[in-house]
């Protein structure tokens, strides 16, 4: 009887330890996911909205603006397999790019890196280092050049002299896409002679410019909006009654608002939204056509607001 009892008492002491393991190593798990999960916080918490010489960005690497709206980084648009350089909204899907780099002259494969040369200008070059695309600024100091990614969409290359915040080197919202975004000014800047403009891509596969683009055009007055195919007016609205351009096909809205600016220094026609919580984007289509979208964010899709001629 003895004996059965001793049997017992060691069957307990058994059962005990192997509680007392299952227990240690669930703890273990459950200590290497605590782990795991602070690691990723903390790879969030760095994601980085500058880029600073020696420094550099291959291709899986981004920059996010610091308050995550947008991404900068490779990419490669609906069934290409080509790789270019862009601008995106963050964690939004499907992707939505809203700027390109190399349209005209994309990589065949991931070896793409991005720095700072040592004239100060941003670079993109392939695996050979030969330079496939540059910001190509003239007469600038290398010395405290950096780029950043803002919260706007706007990528820009600046210098760390204490200057003013808007003292841009050379800045994306000054080269159009396709896209049109909040701050972005089409027009003319007569002292400087650049002419920005939209342009389509070539398709939804090739961003590439396309035959398509629009602005302000140059030669007002009268200040008109028009549309080029290539070299080839297409259409023109009429001029701008305070509102508007006439024949556009736009209507008041609480959305957003038409802007037209005309000084001594610059021509330019942008839009505002009517709160800072609106997401809103014109995009020219490689078939000519301007669309308007607005993101809503309880369905997480954009609705398209506006279509025909821009």
Request: aromatic share 12%; proline share 5%; glycine share 10%.
């Amino acid at each position: 009887m003895a004996r059965q009892i001793h049997i017992d008492r060691y069957e307990c002491d058994m059962s005990r330890s192997t509680i007392s393991r299952g227990s240690r190593a669930a703890a273990f798990v459950g200590f290497c996911y605590s782990i795991f999960l602070i690691i990723c916080l903390i790879e969030i918490s760095q994601a980085i909205d500058m880029l600073t010489p020696p420094g550099a960005i291959t291709d899986g690497m981004t920059l996010v603006s610091a308050r995550n709206v947008f991404e900068f980084g490779f990419f490669s648009p609906g069934s290409s397999r080509n790789r270019y350089l862009g601008i995106w909204y963050f964690q939004m899907s499907p992707q939505t790019i809203v700027w390109v780099a190399n349209g005209n002259n994309p990589l065949n494969d991931s070896s793409g890196v991005v720095s700072i040369a040592k004239d100060g200008n941003f670079i993109l070059q392939d695996q050979t280092e030969r330079i496939v695309w540059s910001t190509g600024a003239e007469n600038i100091s290398s010395n405290g050049t950096f780029l950043q990614l803002l919260d706007s969409g706007n990528l820009v290359l600046r210098n760390d002299n204490g200057g003013n915040a808007g003292d841009y080197i050379w800045q994306s919202f000054d080269h159009f896409s396709n896209t049109w975004l909040t701050g972005m000014e089409l027009g003319k800047d007569p002292s400087s002679g650049l002419f920005r403009r939209m342009t389509s891509w070539t398709s939804a596969d090739d961003p590439a410019p396309g035959q398509y683009s629009c602005s302000v055009n140059p030669r007002g007055p009268p200040l008109e909006f028009v549309l080029w195919e290539e070299d080839s007016l297409q259409y023109r609205s009429g001029p701008w009654n305070g509102v508007g351009f006439s024949g556009l096909n736009f209507e008041p809205n609480n959305v957003f608002d038409l802007k037209l600016v005309v000084n001594a220094e610059e021509t330019y026609y942008e839009y505002v939204p009517e709160t800072k919580l609106v997401t809103t984007r014109s995009v020219l289509n490689y078939s000519g056509i301007m669309q308007r979208y607005v993101w809503n964010a309880t369905s997480l899709k954009w609705l398209l607001v506006g279509l025909g001629n821009p």
